[in-house]
């Protein structure tokens, strides 16, 4: 019986570790958003909110010396900010 509870429990702990690392990439979205905010960030945005719209792109608005701007970012996955582009009223 004892044995029996022991492979119980190591099955019981394989799952838990393969459902974690599988758990749909959660982490990497909110690596993907503090990647981006940083990068808008860097550009002397203020009050930064971010929205995304697909697996690479988030589109955000912020001030940036008073102004209300908007724009749009794409995030490689990985990391890397690739491209941005913003307007300001």
């Known amino acids: 019986m004892a044995r029996y509870g ?3 429990m190591r099955r ?3 799952i838990a570790l393969l459902l974690t690392a599988c758990d749909g990439g959660a982490g990497d979205d909110d690596a993907q958003e503090a990647t981006a905010r940083a990068a808008i960030e ?3 945005l203020e009050s930064v909110t971010l929205e995304r ?3 690479l792109t988030w589109d955000f608005t912020g001030t940036l010396e008073g102004a209300q701007c908007a724009g749009s ?3 490689r996955p990985g990391g890397t900010a690739s491209a941005m582009q913003y307007d300001c009223e």
């Open 6 to 8: 022991r492979a119980s």
């Open 12 to 14: 019981v702990l394989l």
């Open 42 to 44: 860097r550009r002397g």
């Open 53 to 55: 719209v697909d697996d």
């Open 73 to 75: 970012i794409q995030v």
